[in-house]
């Protein structure tokens, strides 16, 4: 009975162990303010577990937010301008600050040509010298890291930044 | 009040002589359109996907009703021919959330259009705002398909996925498109919270909805390649400016219905070649494929038009950013970067150039992000803030990384892929049952020992795989093995990457040991362990602590019972030969509690030759009663 009872508990954790890595994910509720950020619009204001499996198939990404017709985001537009800006600054913020610790990358580039700027190649050295300022602690809002982003490259003419205003 | 007054006023804002000369108009277009047969047009098909029934007749594949004018439209595509002309002509909706049809279907009256060689100024003018943003959203000028590689860890991915992206086309500050910026366009099940199994029976069944969706390119990345670590192949195709225009204008139309989503046939890639094939009459993508598609299928369909492809272009997942960074520093940088991935503040190596130090720091970066890429989307504690004290340190070294080059794997993307469904017949001899004749069916996809192009090595998954014998010498047929679904995840151990290798299986198994007399067992098998791969990837070493769960009625099992489980170890050992020559042998021991016998073990070797669109398999197996030996001949479609 005793050997039964450890082989079927070794077989119980080994199924526990893979639906844990079988793409079960934990949305932690702290996304509910509204944003273009990648958890805000992956969980919406869900609160506690949900799964990927069950928002959708293939896209963490409901209907409800990029509906072709009926989409109620502001986060589907990527456009050249401030507002355009500030939203791939939002969705891309993890990366765009990965990028900027580095001073060059793929968001740097399309921040670049976003806010109209001249060159990305010192739009990136700039961000780099500024890593700080935009991102002064961890807990800094989405909103607060695009609006310091920006000011930033408004601040220094010489990028000539021009779709920022 | 109002509501009946939006419509007056708007018929209103036409004179009433130009109003019925309108009417008049309509009806001469309407039997033109009749007497030429344009309800039988291919494009016209196309727009509506429609589809020949087999009873005869046509039903279009779209299943919301907002999508067709006439109430016949569904299986009538004259009758929504008609209703679409006339709705051109048509006074605005009474209600406010519908368009008008102008509006709602522009590939329709472009195609409308340029066949009955409408006269635009003598349509009805109508604004349609929504559909003017869109078109400035997306500012199409190429299309790209998007196909993100497997993803075995979510069955919905498992077979990978593919999307449209709308190309602008626009440059970034470096000279390099500013694809992140462009415009994707999704297809996917719209699903409910259900639990799993609800959810792959309603997915089969096509209890969902699928809906079109666009969203920026950079949610997908995002998505796939840092969230999931998933590659992405994208193929650039080679559209006229008007097919393009078409494909925007028919994804608006898309936009307003929706269809039952089928996991198997009407998935994400079979709607999107529909959509692509709607806009372009002259490519012939979905009689491309079978009945049951898959992406890498879809994939293949594409190059199935020559030409069609201009270009092929590889996005690298994090995981294989890492790599890449990681195979160009030494083994004591590696050290640093190991140190500095688990705390930020770690030392660095003395007398470290600048350059050197940046390149370790954005390896750790990298390692960061794979090891925690969910735990920071989902804002767990703590994990945000180390990466911040990362990211400051490498902000701190004042160099500008090289834009990173990320060479394609050597196994190429999905284009390259055997096709999934495998027919094997052969012949083989059995201690036990003397000799027969085998005959393998296997609905998809890919197993460890198949042609290697095309597929992430390591990854096997396997659904519906039926082996059937005919013993020649007692003139009977066995099903010896069946595979509803068969997963191997094999994750190479090396010093950054602890995943352990696993595998699952379901299905049933020909019983050869002393637990009942050759019996057909319902099995599930799931075990892991650590693998190790070397020499390229040539050499493959596993071991795995395993379980299995057998049962049938006249199994010797636990208790007396017809149920008994099996632990225990199997060691595997894989070599390849390039693309030619694959090669696995593995040992395995189960101890079986209460059950009889209480110990059981299976030794297997198979080896096989690929030569183009057919394989030659040999493979021997020992169990404690039987020996056998099987060559075989495996065809790919």
Redesign the interface.
Known sequence: MR??MV??A??AM??S??AA???G????G??GTAGCG??S???GNQKGA??????????????Q???????TSN?????VGLSGTKT?IE??R??L??D???????????L???AG?????A???KL??S??AV?P???ISDEAVSANVISTLKTDKSLSCGALG | MRRLLLPLLAALALPTGARAAGLDYAEELVSAARTSGLARDRQWLRLGHWRPRAVGGYESEADGPAFFLSPRGKTDPEAELVATLRGFFAPEPKDPAR?HPQCQFPARLAFLARRLGIDPSRLPARRCE?LER?W??TQARGVTLVFSSYFL?????AFG?TFLRLDKG?????G?R????D?G??Y?????????IL?AVK?LTGL?KG??????Y???V??YA??ESRDIWEYDLALEPDEVAMLVAH??E???TWFD?Y?LSEN?SYHVLGALEAASPRLDLLSRLGPVVLPAATVQALYQNPGLVKRVRFRPSVRAQFARRAAALDPAALDAVEAVAADPAAPLPEGLSPERR?AVL?AA?DLF?VRHA?A?????DGV??L??RL??R??AV??????LTVPPPPQGGPERGHGAARLGVGAGESSQDGSYVALSYRAALHDLLDPPAGFSPGSQLEFLVTDLRWETEHRRLRLEDFSLVDVVSTNPLDRFDRRVS?H?RAGASTVRDGGCRECLAGRFD???GPALVGAGGAVTAQLA?D?E?AAAPSLQG?FGSGVR?G?GPTATLRLLGGERLATQASAGLR?L??ARPDTIWELAAETRLHLGPASIALAWRKTPLDVEGQLSVLFFR
């Open positions: 050997k039964m082989a079927l070794v077989l080994a199924g162990a893979s890595d079988g793409g994910i934990k949305g932690s702290s996304y990648l958890g619009m992956a969980f949900i799964q990927i499996l069950a928002a959708t198939t293939n896209g963490l990404f409901g209907t937010t990029f509906g072709i017709t009926s989409g986060c589907g537009e990527s456009v791939f969705a891309n993890d990366a600050a990965k900027m610790s580095r001073g060059s990358g793929e968001t740097i580039a399309a670049s040509h976003l700027c001249a060159d990305s190649k739009v990136g050295a780099q010298q890593f700080q991102f602690e961890q807990s | 368009q929504k869109f400035a959203r860890d979510n069955p919905a991915s996925h626009e440059e970034g500050g470096g390099e500013a694809e992140l910026l415009q366009v999704n996917a099940a719209t699903t409910d919270g259900g639990n799993a959810y997915g969902y809906e079109f969706t666009a969203l920026p950079f949610y997908k995002r998505e840092d969230y994804v608006w898309l936009g307003s989503y996991y994400c940046a954005d970066l992000d969910r920071l989307v989902e804002g767990k945000g803030e990466r911040q990211l400051a490498r902000s004042p160099v500008q990384s090289a834009p696993w699952m799931l075990g892991g602590a379980s769960l636990a489980l632990v101890f509690p209460f």
